[in-house]
């Protein structure tokens, strides 16, 4: 079945950095576009990269361009974000998702893409000092 797994969570002081990794298992990922939302504490759910499939274009929405890189490792079926000169408000519970579709949203509805047919149980990244 098809399963994603984040790891790499954690509190750091802003201006830090932190890499997140989604394992994945159950589909044939080099296949499928895979996204990262994020729910922060009594905000409304906010879509933050995706990545497509095999070419491995990204996209990031507005609030993380410049700073968050998305990438993948096709022979290890994971997905990385890099989330480098992190502020308080990236604080949330970051999950990695997907559709099993070929290609991400459009640039347009990537911040509001928050619902997927499969995503993991998210990972927590609290940024304060």
């Known amino acids: 079945q098809v399963q994603l797994v984040e790891s790499g969570g954690g509190l750091v002081q802003p201006g830090g950095s932190l890499r997140l990794s989604c394992t994945t298992s159950?589909?044939?990922?080099?296949?499928?576009?895979i996204g990262w939302f994020r729910q922060a504490p009594g905000s409304e759910p906010e879509g933050v990269s995706c990545i497509n499939n095999r070419d491995g274009s990204p996209d990031y929405t507005d609030s993380v361009k410049g700073r968050f890189t998305i990438s993948r490792d096709n022979d290890k079926n994971t997905v990385y974000l890099q989330m480098n000169s992190l502020k308080p408000e990236d604080t949330g519970v970051y999950y990695c998702?997907?559709?099993?579709?070929?290609?991400?949203?459009?640039?347009?509805?990537?911040?509001?893409?928050?619902?997927?047919?499969?995503r993991g149980q998210g990972t927590q990244v609290t940024v304060s000092s």
């Open positions: 998702a997907t559709d099993l579709a070929r290609r991400c949203p459009v640039r347009a509805e990537l911040s509001s893409k928050v619902s997927y047919d499969y």
């Open positions: 159950g589909f044939f990922f080099g296949y499928y576009a």
